[in-house]
């Protein structure tokens, strides 16, 4: 019985945050997120990167460690999508990007952060850098069929994965204004963009909702299924397997559709809002299975 409570203590602030946004855009079809998304681009985002690496005890080894296994199930992503692509008949490179790239920031953190405190905190963080990154490299590439490096150049949540590096690498302690700042920032962050997430679900609009749902349906169920064999596999055990399985089991990043919004053509951004949409809606079931999976057997 404890164990279902700490799941319903983990879980429902998450989906209740996403749910207020899912309620003020079907409320006010126009509300304006330019705020949020700048926001949490340019400051919130890193300050949360900062924070999370550089505060919560995790140390470089365990950084590259976890910053690796999370490419390694990228790759295990890929292979799974583009099969699906191919045989779906759909656009495998314009389209791969909601299917490698899971929402490991804007909900992955948050339940890592209340399903293992702080330290569970900066693991999720790691992984979470591999995907910022890969949004603005892969991403890009894959919707834009071109690699733009301008686009990394100005990304400042890069420069923040890099400072962070930089003071677990010389192991310096981060001042106290600093890690204050950053703190309110963190948590702050947390909250708009599980907001914006909530707001974004509402415009989508799904154009197949059969190859969407099979789509959808690799994301959130073959997902864990990657991230449990890489973890058998290396006999990875405690909290940080466990924030791995629950990273891998993450919905869609709705950046994917920010970044094919800006390159690919509507038809390509069309499935790929339909699959974060699908997905997304899936993981209201799918998570809560891998969460209490996660608490069971990864402390």
């Known amino acids: 019985m404890e164990l279902y409570l700490k799941l319903i203590d983990v879980l429902f602030p998450v989906f209740f945050v996403i749910g207020v946004g899912y309620y003020l855009g079907k409320k006010d079809p126009n509300f304006n997120t330019k705020f949020i998304t700048n926001f949490a681009g340019n400051i ?22 976890y910053f690796v296994y999370a490419l390694i199930i990228i790759g295990g992503f890929s292979l799974v999508g583009l ?61 834009k069929k071109s690699f733009s490096l301008e686009i990394l150049i100005k990304n400042v949540p890069i420069y923040a994965i890099l400072a962070s590096v930089i003071f677990l690498y010389f192991r310096w302690d ?50 864990p ?9 290396l006999e990875l055990d405690g909290f940080a397997a466990g924030v791995l399985l629950i990273q891998s089991a993450m919905p869609s990043a709705v950046l994917t559709y920010l970044v094919g919004s800006m390159y690919s053509d509507k038809k390509v951004v069309d499935g790929v809002a339909s699959v974060i949409v699908t997905s997304t809606v899936m993981s209201l079931f799918t998570v809560p299975i891998v969460v209490f999976y996660s608490l069971k057997y990864f402390q």
């Open 174 to 223: 981060v001042p106290g204004y600093i890690e204050n700042t950053t703190f309110l920032l963190t948590y702050t962050t947390i909250f708009l963009v599980l907001m914006s997430l909530g707001i974004a679900l509402s415009r989508f609009q799904v154009v197949s909702w059969t190859k969407a749902s099979i789509l959808g349906a690799v994301r959130v169920i073959i997902g």
């Open 225 to 233: 299924i990657i991230g449990f064999s890489l973890i058998q596999y």
């Open 44 to 65: 919130g985002t890193p300050a949360m990167i900062f924070y999370t690496i550089t505060t919560t005890g995790i140390t470089l080894d365990l950084f590259i460690e």
């Open 83 to 143: 099969f699906f692509l191919f045989i779906l008949k759909k656009d495998v490179i314009s389209e791969l990007p909601p299917l490698i790239l899971p929402n490991t920031g804007n909900m992955g953190v948050p339940i890592c952060l209340f399903a293992y405190g702080t330290a569970g905190l900066g693991v999720a963080s790691a992984i979470a850098s591999v995907i910022i990154l890969l949004h603005f490299t892969l991403g890009v590439l894959l919707a």
